[in-house]
């Protein structure tokens, strides 16, 4: 069981908008940066965000990252058939000295 | 091209070893640190390992501790993985990934271990 925890699942249809959330703890969002990846069965995980809402070069405007406190979110706008992937939230944990992942959301875009 | 390429994965019985490469290019490898990064199938990503540019800091998820080596050649641009006493639940894609001021903005595309009798 991960202690980020990610909702299973998500859905929605092309040009909705799907929020992800991640809940984590003191130790790990609370005090250190959030990343998101995107990933493809089969193909190497892509970079989303990073440092909470930090697009890099060439992830399109609609994808977005927020954190509050212990909890983060990525935000997909104007949603599209080839944004059906997994998602996963990591973070830093300052307990265990190592890098947590979530354990991943299902984006089903219908 | 900035560019990770995984290797040394493969079948492995029960109890045994097997060491992977991560060589990178495009890259100047002793400014970045590493991560090993896995996904069993039908589960989610699970980080393992990270390693500093000079190999002074090394850190290793509790699942691996002791039974898995970091470790990195930078004169080879090369980063490895050492695993030991290997069991069915290591069965996994096998990842390496680049971490300097942001974490995992590069990543290779994965080597496979099976660990089975």
């Known amino acids: 069981q991960s202690v980020l925890t990610q909702p299973p699942s998500a859905s929605a249809t092309p040009g909705q908008t799907v929020i992800i959330s991640c809940s984590g703890s003191?130790?790990?969002?609370?005090?250190?940066?959030v990343y998101w990846f995107q990933h493809v069965p089969g193909v190497a995980p892509k970079l989303l965000m990073y440092?909470?809402?930090q697009r890099p070069s060439g992830v399109p405007d609609r994808f977005s990252g927020s954190k509050s406190g212990t909890s983060a979110s990525l935000a997909i706008s104007g949603l599209r058939s080839e944004d059906e992937a997994d998602y996963y939230c990591?973070?830093?944990?300052?307990?265990?000295?190592?890098?947590?992942f979530g354990g991943g959301t299902k984006l089903t875009v219908l | 091209e900035v560019q990770l390429v995984e290797s040394g994965g493969g079948l492995v019985q029960p109890g045994g070893s097997l060491k992977l490469s991560c060589a990178a290019s495009?890259?100047?490898?002793?400014?970045?640190?590493m991560n090993w990064v896995r996904q069993a199938p039908g589960k989610g990503l699970e980080w393992l390992s990270y390693i500093t540019t000079t190999s002074n800091t090394i850190y290793y998820a509790d699942s691996v501790k002791g039974r898995f080596t970091i470790s990195r050649d930078n004169a080879k641009d090369s980063l490895y993985l050492q695993m030991n006493n290997l069991r069915a639940d290591d069965t996994a894609v096998y990842y390496c990934s680049r971490d300097g001021t942001v974490f995992g903005d590069v990543w290779g595309k994965g080597t496979t271990v099976t660990v089975s009798s």
């Open positions: 495009g890259f100047t490898f002793s400014s970045y640190s």
């Open positions: 990591a973070a830093w944990d300052d307990r265990v000295s190592g890098r947590l």
């Open positions: 003191s130790s790990n969002i609370g005090s250190n940066y």
């Open positions: 440092k909470n809402s």
